[in-house]
């Protein structure tokens, strides 16, 4: 029972993100709308309708990446689309509850520890995507291996120290 309040909050969470990208997905929009009557009103001269038309289709494409982006983390939807190669997506979590929630079962874990800053970061790699904490924990390497291992259920030979990195 405990699991379902951490559930509520990661679904929260993702809801968040999701409203977060279509209120972007609108603005990009609204860009390109405006962008393509601007394009219009300098059609005369080519050298600017050139650069306008490739910032139009750069805006265009940041849409399109943001629109799969959303569908992709959508938890209303029934099958999960992984990223497309090229692309990366980071999800930092201010609570480790929330990292937990959504790591669970990873593909792999890397995780540092600063002691100079006495700050522990853990990514995860799930489903094309990364997933960051970073906040306060203990200083031996091999008990944070362990931890993350049983706290994540992924196996210990799936874990390392360093950082991982997308695109």
């Known amino acids: 029972m405990t699991k379902r309040p951490m559930k509520d909050e990661a679904l929260e969470a993702l809801d968040f ?15 390109v709308t405006k ?3 601007t394009i219009a009103k300098f059609s005369k001269t080519g050298e600017i309708t050139t650069k306008i038309e490739k910032i139009e289709e750069r805006l265009s494409t940041m849409q399109n990446e943001i ?4 569908h992709t983390v959508s938890p209303s939807q029934k099958t999960r689309n ?38 522990f970061q853990a990514d995860a ?4 995507k990364i997933l960051t904490y970073t906040g306060e924990f203990p200083q031996d390497s ?8 049983r706290e994540l259920n992924v196996p210990e030979d799936r874990i390392f120290e360093g950082a991982l990195a997308m695109g």
Request: proline share 0%.
């Open 142 to 149: 091999n008990v944070l291996k362990i931890w993350l291992s």
């Open 17 to 31: 993100i999701i409203n977060v990208l279509r209120e972007h997905e609108k603005d990009l929009d609204g860009i």
């Open 82 to 119: 992984h990223v497309r190669h090229g692309s990366s997506v980071t999800v930092r979590c201010k609570q480790w509850e929330d990292f937990r929630t959504l790591a669970a079962d990873a593909e792999t874990i890397s995780f540092l520890y600063k002691q100079e800053e006495k700050v």
């Open 67 to 70: 629109s799969n982006l959303v």
């Open 35 to 37: 962008l393509s009557k």
């Open 125 to 128: 790699l799930k489903e094309g």
